[in-house]
């Protein structure tokens, strides 16, 4: 089963509640809430769909740019010796940090 489901650019998480008997998720990568419910998968996706484009409208109306998720960039912490091992590890395969980086989390993504 997926976990996540995905339109206009966005991507939201699926639970379930077993308690309540309702699918239920939000929008992720963002700093605005949107969130969403339904009984069964086609209506999950129906409320997902109408919360994008409820989201989507308000920010048209308010003269505001919606948010983007996955923009490219993104800070991490790590330890300074893995920092150290990755620049090392970079610059033996000419490459910039940024690029080492990149490429590692490309091979984990995909195997």
């Known amino acids: 089963m997926n ?13 379930f509640s077993e308690e309540d008997g309702l699918f239920f998720g939000k929008v992720m990568g963002i700093r605005a809430l ?3 419910e339904g009984r069964d998968a086609k209506e999950l996706i129906s409320d ?3 919360a994008v484009d409820d ?4 920010c048209s109306s308010e003269g505001i740019e919606p948010e983007k998720a996955y923009k490219g960039s993104f800070n991490i912490r790590i330890t300074p010796e893995l920092h150290r091992k990755a620049v090392i590890a970079a610059a033996a395969r000419q490459m910039s940090l940024n690029s080492f980086v990149e490429s590692s989390i490309e091979r984990a993504v995909h195997g």
């Open 48 to 50: 997902f769909h109408g």
């Open 34 to 36: 949107i969130s969403y």
């Open 3 to 15: 976990n996540t489901i995905e339109y206009k650019g966005y991507v939201g998480s699926v639970e």
């Open 55 to 58: 989201y989507l409208v308000m």
